[in-house]
């Protein structure tokens, strides 16, 4: 059982990046998941979630994410991606997702001009 973060790097304020959060050994179809961030020297910090099909995959944000990331899923790939928009330096952070009782590894996401 495994989840998997990608898509992290270098972007300008305003610039845009989609996250990957890739699955091995269960189905994340079935399952709710949620993306979290933490920035150096904070708390971690739930961002955006989505529910499981069976649960009418509702989608759930932080304030500070509203209309600019979203969560969304490809059944057919086992991943949960994560676009964000509008990036902005506060934004920087290591990216994580979780389901169930997994964590990935972790994307670093840095922005900056």
């Known amino acids: 059982v495994q989840l998997v973060e990608s898509g992290g790097g270098l972007v300008q304020p305003g610039g845009s990046l989609r996250l990957s959060c890739a699955a091995s050994?269960?189905?994340?179809?079935?399952?709710?998941v949620s993306w979290h961030r933490q920035a150096p020297g904070k708390e971690r910090e739930s961002l955006a979630s989505?529910?499981?099909?069976?649960?009418?995959?509702?989608?759930y944000y932080v304030e500070s994410v509203k209309g600019r990331f979203t969560i969304s899923r490809d059944n057919a790939k086992n991943t949960v991606y994560l676009q964000m928009n509008s990036l902005k330096p506060e934004d920087t952070a290591i990216y994580y997702c979780?389901?169930?009782?997994?964590w990935g590894q972790g994307t670093q996401v840095t922005v900056s001009s």
């Open positions: 050994g269960f189905t994340l179809s079935n399952s709710f």
């Open positions: 979780q389901a169930r009782s997994n």
């Open positions: 989505i529910t499981s099909i069976g649960d009418g995959a509702r989608t």
